[in-house]
């Protein structure tokens, strides 16, 4: 079997990252197989669909690195990919499907149709039990599958094994609406036959429709395509993932600096595995290993905090000091709302190795320097507050001497001059350093010391370190 897979987004929101974590799994699948990746854009909801999610879902799917072999942008030899330019074709396998017997015009109106469904109700039954096939003919009204009564659905998923669905728990449903525009049973099923879809791999969300679609393929005279529905993704808390958990949209964790490898690697982890032991892996490993039969059936965590330590392993072992340096710039600009000068690129590059030690993600980095590109530092009350003490004003007056002393603005000689205070001061680097870092950098945490006072150069220091002793002298009073 040539492996045929898409991922079928509709553009009425927003990449989710569970939608991101199927078009990995399609992917790597098609990969592994040496198969065609598709890229459908699901666009019947006209009215809620727009250019701007259309692109954010095709921006996010290159930003992981998830190329696709045909669909929008791509092109291929099925003339068009997004279903809105195909509701002719939707319309006349719907009328087809009435001449062949499959499925009927239904003029009822909503009341009739309610009181359907609270009767089955009422019995316990399926809401759609009694929507079936009217004994007067219609020819006006929605399009409706007839689901036939007198067999199961049976299937069996790659991933959860035999599936049955008994004719009694699926309504005959709409496949038209009275506009002639079509269902997402209809399309997207009309979609993967045309298509040549192989196999569709989905969130199990979607496993209710799946009956019906067999049922249309089979309807249509195709084969219908072999079946895999991924785990749900959930919360640490045990619940579905949503907004409650923080963010759902991958464009988040994009301008949050996640790295795209990072990414691609955590949601690979999302329901599958490379072996027991191996956490981090890149791509060419993952597709070597991939296997959609050993995806699992339970829900998979969506963790922050595990995304954020891969993330973080990522900046620290897998980026060169160059690239996490020309990768984390954009943040950095963003960060301060303006370009850096070409002086001030240097003191960041020079800064660079130790700030990579101690970020998780690239957005964090403004924070860290920014104490480098203002005149004058605001202090984080917190900080001051914390480190700040009786002795405080001593230290900053002394470190003043120690430093004004100093030749040659170098690391080593700056370092060389305050451990020297702490010696003569018999005072631990806690509370000798500490509020120079605070005044200096306006927070307790930042890039180690030493280093981040030669990066600023001996007059921003030394004025920093002056007007902090002034405000502690404010405080104290007379």
């Not at 291929?76 to 719907?94: I, K, L, N």
């Not at 050993?294 to 160059?322: C, H, Q």
């Not at 990066?455 to 030394?462: E, P, Q």
């Amino acid at each position: 079997m040539t492996v045929r897979v898409r991922i079928a987004p509709s553009p009425t929101g927003f990449l989710h990252v569970g939608n991101a974590r199927a078009a990995l799994f399609n992917w790597l699948f098609a990969r592994h197989e040496g198969g065609t990746f598709i890229v459908r854009i699901d666009d019947t909801d006209v009215a809620r669909s727009s250019p701007e999610f259309e692109e954010d879902i095709l921006g996010g799917l290159r930003w992981l690195g998830l190329d696709w072999d045909e669909g929008v942008g791509v092109g291929g030899p099925h003339g068009t990919y997004r279903q809105s330019d195909r509701f002719d074709r939707y319309r006349e396998v719907a009328e087809a499907l009435v001449e062949a017997g499959h499925a009927y015009y239904d003029d009822r109106d909503p009341a009739e149709l309610d009181e359907l469904r609270a009767r089955a109700q009422r019995e316990g039954r399926h809401p759609g039990f009694y929507i079936r096939r009217p004994e007067r003919e219609a020819t006006a009204g929605v399009i409706r599958f007839s689901v036939p009564q007198t067999r199961p659905v049976t299937f069996t998923d790659v991933i959860r094994g035999e599936m049955v669905f008994t004719p009694d728990v699926i309504d005959d449903f709409v496949i038209l609406r009275s506009d002639g525009t079509p269902t997402y049973h209809l399309a997207s099923t009309t979609d993967d036959v045309d298509y040549g879809i192989s196999h569709v791999v989905r969130g199990e969300d979607l496993l209710p429709s799946t009956p019906k679609h067999l049922l249309l393929a089979q309807a249509m005279g195709a084969e219908p395509p072999i079946y895999a529905h991924l785990p749900l993704l959930f919360g640490p808390d045990g619940k579905k993932l949503s907004k409650r958990h923080g963010d759902t949209a991958l464009r988040a964790y994009r301008e949050a600096g996640y790295l795209p490898e990072a990414m691609f690697n955590y949601l690979a982890l999302l329901g599958w595995s490379l072996d027991a032991e191996t956490t981090i892996f890149g791509r060419e490993e993952a597709v070597a290993a991939f296997d959609l039969a050993s995806v699992s059936k339970n829900p998979a965590i969506f963790d922050r905090d595990k995304l954020d330590w891969m993330n973080g392993e990522y900046i620290r072992t897998r980026l060169s000091t160059e690239e996490f340096a020309d990768r984390a710039r954009p943040f950095l600009e963003t960060g301060l709302g303006r370009r850096l000068t070409d002086a001030e690129w240097e003191a960041f590059v020079a800064l660079a190795p130790l700030v990579q030690e101690r970020v998780k993600v690239l957005a964090d980095v403004a924070d860290q320097v920014r104490f480098l590109y203002v005149e004058e530092v605001e202090y984080d009350e917190r900080s001051w507050s914390k480190v700040m003490k009786p002795g405080s004003e001593t230290v900053l007056t002394e470190a003043l001497r120690r430093l004004e002393a100093v030749e040659a603005w170098e690391t080593d000689a700056i370092e060389a001059a305050l451990r020297q205070m702490l010696a003569d001061l018999e005072i631990g680097a806690s509370k000798g350093l500490q509020p120079i870092r605070v005044a200096v950098t306006g927070s307790s945490v930042s890039p180690p010391l030493f280093e981040s006072l030669a990066a600023l150069g001996r007059d921003r220091t030394l004025r920093r370190l002056r007007r902090a002793r002034e405000r502690l002298a404010a405080s104290a009073g007379p």
